[in-house]
């Protein structure tokens, strides 16, 4: 519909705003606009009215609202609600006898998705899919999903409206004067997440006026196929007046310089007024469309950063449990804490991408990665490379991942292709394809390149862009084959050259079995990458490896004017130049200044004199008891407490990771930990988990805004002797006392101690705790009564 | 806005601390200092009439009514009331999930130095508010969940200064703001002088105060009258 109307049309018109409009007509403020749908529909037709009158093509219907949570308030429904201002849009339309049409309007739903809010991704799929239903029934003729500000948020309703409706679908998303949303979203995300998942226009509106919002609207035009939308506020608002400060005239002005960077739809958002529409019209009568060059963009994105395939990039290896004995422990603990480290350290290495592979045999592989994709997305903005070879779980986590992801992989047999392809389609990802088929690995880098032909072919006739096929040639083991090596960086360059598809390698697999494996891996990387390798699946942490990438993009002239190279590299020499003194300290002193770098270090040193549990027992404990002493003597505050802690926690890093080596393991006990649910304060409780560690229990930490259901669960999973709580909220102490009701009925024999800002000894007991702690210190006096 | 420092004493403060230490001092400036890059610091407001009504006071215009003695009190003399909405933005709230899963300090610290930050975005919007409008007299911010102003006020709030639309500031049916760092209040304003009557409005009306770490370590965070 969208596209024979632009066939027909230079500009496609929209209307201007209508919830500034109902305030104009006398709507109360804090009101349920959408109550006027019954209530006064003759005025919302009137406007609808006016703005066809004054040129509009498409007017939006005054259901910007009409979601189930944010309805909860009036008593409505989106069953009821929708039906009734399609209707009367449509009556609007007939009336005007314009051959004019009618879009659905859906906004945010009202809260954020977790993890900034408490809202999860499946529930707010259900809200829209219903909005959506409602609408395919109710004869609109389109969607808008306007004033988004989450991409998360609007990756959700496009998946509702693609699976409920065939309607055509227009996304806009609300920007700053920062080029980037509220939720930190730059246009270069929405373009690439919309265009994947299959929207048919794309742009912004609202927030600003239309000055202000040209460096989007030119962005987004230089960056996507799609026709783009354009409808900015008139202005800002005065808050005393209400009034905004762009006029008709200037707004029309403004517009025609949209039009002429390429957006193809024109409206107005609040304060604009069927004047401003009528002088749109006008502005843009003698106009021709701007024909835009699509540019190839090839890139991935998470929710707030992108990541273009301009150069060489890294794709972190690290979450990824072959031969790791520390991450299968976490992965089978569901110890998300230590995969979130890995993420971290991978991106101050200097990682532009993260691989995650979750695959362990005897573990639910769809539901882990689903949470550690969940919650690395919660802390890690770079784009992230799903590895899995099973479709229902790389389907499970294409469909909460905030982006535009790399699904790794796909291959040359056929049930790889039929399966996986059309994931990769579905939510618009990027896929690596490995040159290997039935009969396996082909020797030749000629056989090799007929199947990365193949899987191209096979891709591209299926709708996947170009741009979002990457090849990945296969490394061999040198060892085993030592004339692979040349086989493979001849494919990489045959793909590359005669495909123009993109090329990946897994680098680390050439050394298998070799001493000094770095250097084989540095070097053979850098032939990769001189032979036309793109992406490098390498260990970012790894100063030759990630240090080789940067020197290939500095003597090929990419980092120009060695900016990046420098930018790398000039606080390392400001670091040596502060030598570390600690053979002079003690692991107690630097427990008790709070030096994590010391105490870990000093605690390697200690390593090579003393047993593990030696140390932990003669050193490790007496100094957080001395702290925790002082703590409670007042002598020394909660952030030296805390400090001391997480240096802590530092030496006992280094000395669970010696302990793994030879596959033992301490722990005084399990305890489970939760933030209760509707509560997202989490410090309390995170401070609470370290300290306990420090003293040698197994914390399960479930995190926070924790259903009753998953704390008895765990509980009774891991027959713990001690639960703790904790909530921050006196709203959330409701659920805390629902969650102790819970428990005494599941798991009677399990004790429970409750903490938090608002709590009190005797509200601890009359919700039936069983014990009240005031800090984290108490807390392990009541872990160590009840566990020992 | 932009804020260029952050008030550490106050940080450490809301951590219950005292006479910090060296690791301490290093480790609060470092977080300082990755705050500041991701704050984004944002305000909206509205200003409406009040009208004393049974119960409480109804912004006349809207569907809105401040229920609850102390909020009358509070604006006691005043005609008019500036509604602040204001947010420490969504950066924060991410700097403090990353630093929970690295490093327990760091995001205590940066937890407390973000609170810190939401209170200076609201000190620095009320000067720029005040700077434009004819009032000469106004009260100190009172914000829902202090006193008897129920908590449940917080959705009619953002909803009438379009909060979520403006700044990004949303709540959940918990009742929390979300970005975390985030603060609605209320400000009366009059052309002559305002005396609130304090009464009801002390510190044993706040929801921490059982456990204040400030109170309990003789100090006083200054969002209610001390004793």
């Known amino acids: 519909m969208l596209n024979k109307l632009l066939a027909k049309k230079e500009f496609i018109i929209f209307d201007g705003a209508m919830g500034t409009q109902l305030q104009a007509k006398g709507l109360a403020a804090g009101e349920t606009p959408e109550l006027l749908n019954f209530t006064a529909p003759d005025m919302i037709k009137e406007i609808h009215s006016e703005y066809l009158k004054a040129g509009a093509d498409i007017i939006t219907t005054n259901t910007f609202g009409a979601n189930r949570h944010k309805l909860a308030r009036c008593g409505k429904t989106p069953a009821e609600v929708i039906p009734a201002a399609v209707n009367i849009a449509k009556q609007a339309i007939a009336q005007s006898k314009k051959a004019a049409y009618c879009a659905a309007d859906i906004g945010p739903i009202g809260q954020l998705l977790e993890p900034a809010g408490t809202l999860r991704f499946e529930e707010a799929y259900d809200i829209f899919a219903e909005q959506v239903t409602a609408i395919e029934k109710s004869g609109a003729d389109l969607i808008i999903a306007e004033t988004f500000s989450d991409l998360y948020e609007l990756k959700c309703l496009i998946l509702a409206v693609k699976e409920n409706s065939s309607l055509p679908l227009i996304c806009s998303m609300s920007f700053e004067e920062n080029m980037r949303t509220f939720e930190g979203c730059p246009p270069e995300a929405a373009v690439l997440l919309c265009e994947g998942l299959g929207a048919d226009a794309v742009g912004v509106n609202c927030s600003l006026g239309p000055n202000e919002l040209m460096p989007v609207i030119e962005r987004i035009c230089s960056l996507t196929k799609l026709p783009v939308i354009v409808q900015p506020n008139a202005g800002l608002p005065d808050p005393m007046t209400g009034k905004y400060n762009v006029l008709p005239k200037d707004f029309a002005l403004a517009m025609v310089n949209a039009a002429k960077a390429g957006a193809a739809i024109l409206g107005g958002c ?158 618009g990802a990027a896929v690596i394809g490995l040159t290997l088929d039935e009969n396996g690995i082909p020797k030749k880098a000629e056989e090799r390149f007929e199947i990365a032909k193949r899987i191209t072919e096979r891709a591209l006739g299926m709708g996947i862009a170009k741009e979002d096929i990457f090849i990945d040639c296969l490394t061999l083991t040198a060892s085993a084959e030592q004339a692979a090596a040349d086989e493979t960086l001849k494919a990489v360059r045959m793909v590359k050259e005669r495909l123009g598809v993109h090329t990946v390698l897994g680098v680390s697999n050439i050394s298998f079995g070799l001493p000094k494996r770095e250097l084989v891996n540095h070097i053979f990387l850098a032939m990769a990458l001189e032979n036309g390798l793109d992406l490098a699946i390498i260990n970012p942490n790894s100063e030759l490896m990630s240090g080789t990438v940067r020197a290939f993009r500095l003597l090929k002239n990419i980092d120009v004017n060695c900016t990046e190279y420098i930018s790398a590299y000039s606080e390392e020499s400001a670091a040596q ?95 489970v930990l939760a933030t209760v649910k509707g509560d997202i304060h989490d410090i309390g409780k995170n401070i609470v988990k370290v300290l306990l560690e420090n003293y040698g229990y197994t914390v399960i930490d479930l995190g926070r805004d ?45 004790k429970i101690v409750v903490g938090g800002a608002v709590l009190t000894e005797e509200y601890a007991m009359k919700i039936g705790a069983d014990f009240y702690s005031k800090d984290a210190k108490q807390t392990v006096d009541i872990a160590k009564k009840v566990i020992g | 806005m932009t804020i260029e420092e952050l008030d550490k004493n106050e940080a450490l403060r809301y951590l219950g601390g005292k006479n910090a230490s060296g690791a301490v001092l290093t480790v609060l400036s470092e977080c300082e200092q990755a705050l500041l890059k991701v704050l984004t610091p944002r305000y909206v407001y509205s200003v409406y009439e009040i009208e004393p ?129 985030s603060v609605t209040a209320i400000i009366g304003i009059s052309d002559t002088p305002v005396q609130p009557r304090k009464k009801n409005v002390s510190c044993e009306s706040c929801p921490a105060f059982e456990n204040c770490k400030i109170r309990l370590n003789g100090g006083h965070c200054g969002k209610y009258n001390a004793e």
């Open chain 1, 706 to 750: 924790v259903d009753y259901e998953t704390v008895v669960e765990a509980a009774i999973k891991h027959d713990v002797k001690l639960v703790g709580l904790s909530a921050l909220m006196t709203t959330t102490l409701k659920s805390m006392e629902e969650t102790i009701k819970l428990l005494k009925k599941r798991k009677p024999d399990c």
């Open chain 1, 577 to 671: 130049a502060t030598p570390q003194k600690s053979e002079e300290m003690t692991l107690s002193d630097a427990i008790a200044k709070g030096l994590k770098d010391n105490a870990a270090k000093l605690t390697e040193q200690l390593l090579t004199t003393e047993a593990p549990m030696d140390i932990i027992n003669n050193r490790l404990i007496p100094a957080l008891d001395k702290t925790g002493a002082e703590f409670e003597s007042g002598k020394i505050f909660l952030p030296q407490l805390i400090l001391s802690a997480a240096a802590a926690s530092g030496c006992f890093d280094v000395i669970k990771r010696e302990l793994s080596k030879g596959g033992s393991s301490i722990s005084k006990g399990k305890i």
């Open chain 1, 270 to 427: 609040c304060g604009t007024t069927p004047e401003y529409i009528s002088k749109l019209t006008a502005a843009v009568s003698e106009l021709k469309r701007v024909n835009r060059e699509r540019v190839s963009y090839p890139a991935v994105c998470s929710g707030t950063s992108v990541c273009v395939i301009d150069r060489p990039r890294v794709i972190g290896e690290r979450i990824n449990p072959t031969g790791k004995k520390l991450l299968k422990q976490a992965l089978k603990d569901g110890d998300t804490g230590y995969i979130l480290n890995q993420a971290i350290e991978q991106t101050s290495a200097g990682a532009d991408i993260l691989d995650v592979n979750v695959g362990l045999p005897d573990i639910d592989e769809k539901a882990v990665m689903v949470k550690v994709i969940k919650a690395l997305q919660g802390v890690c903005t770079l784009p992230l490379q799903i590895d899995s070879p099973d479709p229902e779980v790389l389907e499970a986590a294409l469909r909460i991942y905030n982006g535009k992801p790399i699904v790794n992989s796909v291959n040359g047999e056929e049930k790889s292709l039929s399966k996986i392809l059309p994931l990769v389609k579905k939510y």
């Open chain 2, 53 to 181: 009504c049974e119960k409480g006071l109804k912004l006349s215009g809207s569907v809105v009514t401040l229920t609850g003695n102390d909020i009358r009190e509070h604006l006691f003399g005043c005609s008019r009331a500036v509604l602040l909405c204001a947010t420490a933005g969504q950066g924060a709230d991410r700097l403090i999930r990353e630093s929970e899963a690295a490093d327990v300090a760091k995001a205590a610290i940066t937890d407390s130095l973000a609170s810190v930050a939401a209170e200076q975005i609201c000190d620095r919007a009320e000067q720029e508010i005040f700077s434009k409008l004819e009032y000469a007299y106004k009260t100190e911010r009172f914000s829902p969940g202090y006193g008897d102003l129920p908590l449940d006020l917080q959705p009619s709030l953002l909803a009438l200064c379009d909060a979520q639309r403006k700044i990004g500031l949303h709540v959940t049916d918990s009742l929390l703001l979300t970005p975390r760092k």
